[in-house]
């Protein structure tokens, strides 16, 4: 071949090669290109819708576990039978409970029941039931059962693990239904409510409790005695609000939370001014719930309990009767109080709303053992998230959607 002719083709070749090769990168630039603007868009929804379909058959979204409750009991003098009693109605192995007996009831009443927690094998096998050996010296008119409900609550937060709601019962306090009904009606709800009877209308407790200033011996002393009067009254506060209420109720564990930390030293505050206070178990956690805005509005007023009083009100409720029971089933509360120890109506409310056999638990959904020849079935524990709940968990949802309706919910926060 000519060298001329070689050197022409060899220039047509590169010429051509030059000419594929930006064709090449063209179409690649412009193919990257659309590829941003398109294919990864696409593939990104594809994936995603993929993986959404893909999840809902996999990984169902779960339902938050059921809540749990966390119970004082506490009693007094000749009251532990009474403790034991309502412990066994109120138990379910998903809660926590702490017992108390104060330092007014005799040793021998302390030991007792400890022992009877103690060997208790379903208490034992769930290990969910304290009881405080070092009585406090409680005074109901006094900051000393304000600081015996927070002592129980700093233990339950402490070592009773996770629960959502802190119930404060006495001994002459009894459950009108199952836990298993308390459970279900409570899974719904959401888990900063808090069950308090609040008002800021102290009518006569302005001059009754809130001016005068008292001293409870039990904060010092080592036996029980009354609370006494200084002479000189205060003025009302201006550094906050005053609510008065009930002294039992539901409190949500944020809100117990705050009233053991106190971040913003409004709980401390408060807890120092009651020292003096008539009656504090029933203003201190009103006022504290009430003026700090973080838990204002998480407010239910109720304190779940069906309670008759006189008319007009004396210091004290009167107690319950089995003429009461009506009216108690008809209120849908979950509690009442007062109770007589073992007053006959106490062993109807076992029969026809908690099934309670004597001297044993509630059964429940958890109870899988034997019934036959008068066998305890809660002697055999199954699925302790498993509820079978009862007509009182109607009622009570009842109560709890009259609670939260429109014109009760909002309207009667803290007012």
């Not at 003098?77 to 108390?100: I, S």
């Not at 009167?318 to 007062?338: C, E, L």
């Amino acid at each position: 071949m000519p060298q001329t002719v070689q050197n022409k083709w060899i220039i047509a070749l590169a010429t051509a090669c030059v000419i594929l090769s930006l064709s090449l990168v063209f179409l690649i630039t412009l193919g990257t290109s659309a590829n941003s603007m398109l294919l990864v868009p696409l593939h990104r929804y594809a994936a995603a819708t993929s993986s959404l379909f893909v999840a809902s058959k996999v990984q169902p979204v779960t339902a938050p576990p059921p809540p749990r409750l966390a119970y004082l009991i506490s009693g007094s003098r000749g009251e532990h039978k009474m403790v034991r009693r309502a412990l066994l109605a109120l138990y379910h192995p998903y809660n926590q409970y702490v017992v108390h007996l104060d330092a007014e009831s005799s040793a021998d009443e302390r030991l007792d029941l400890f022992n009877f927690v103690k060997n208790c094998s379903t208490f034992v096998q769930f290990g969910n039931v304290r009881m405080i050996t070092k009585a406090n010296l409680v005074t109901y008119r006094g900051p000393t059962m304000v600081s015996n409900t927070l002592h129980a609550a700093a233990v339950l937060l402490k070592d009773g693990g996770e629960w959502d709601w802190f119930i404060n019962l006495s001994a002459s306090d009894y459950p009108l239904v199952t836990q298993d009904d308390l459970l279900d009606a409570f899974s719904n709800l959401p888990r900063d409510l808090n069950f308090i009877e609040n008002t800021s209308k102290l009518g006569w407790k302005v001059d009754g409790r809130a001016k005068p200033i008292i001293v409870d011996p039990g904060l010092y002393l080592t036996t029980k005695s009354d609370v006494f009067l200084v002479t000189q009254p205060r003025r009302v506060p201006t550094a906050f609000k005053l609510f008065t209420g009930s002294a039992w109720m539901a409190l949500s564990r944020p809100f117990v939370n705050y009233c053991i930390w106190g971040w913003d030293n409004l709980p401390r505050t408060v807890l120092m001014y009651y020292t003096n206070f008539v009656s504090s178990p029933e203003s201190y956690f009103q006022t504290v719930i009430c003026n700090a805005p973080e838990f204002r509005n998480t407010t239910l007023n109720s304190d779940l309990h069906f309670i008759p009083w006189d008319d007009p009100p004396l210091q004290h409720p009167k107690h319950i009767t089995v003429d009461d029971m009506g009216k108690m089933i008809d209120s849908n509360a979950p509690f009442a109080r007062k109770f007589h120890n073992d007053d006959p109506v106490l062993d109807k409310i076992d029969s026809e709303l908690l099934f309670r056999g004597q001297g044993r638990i509630v059964p429940g959904g958890w109870c899988i053992g034997s019934r036959e020849n008068g066998s305890d079935p809660c002697s055999v524990a199954g699925n302790i998230t498993f509820f079978k709940p009862t007509s009182g968990a109607k009622r009570l949802k009842t109560l709890i959607s009259s609670l939260m309706s429109d014109d009760k919910f909002r309207p009667r926060q803290c007012k």
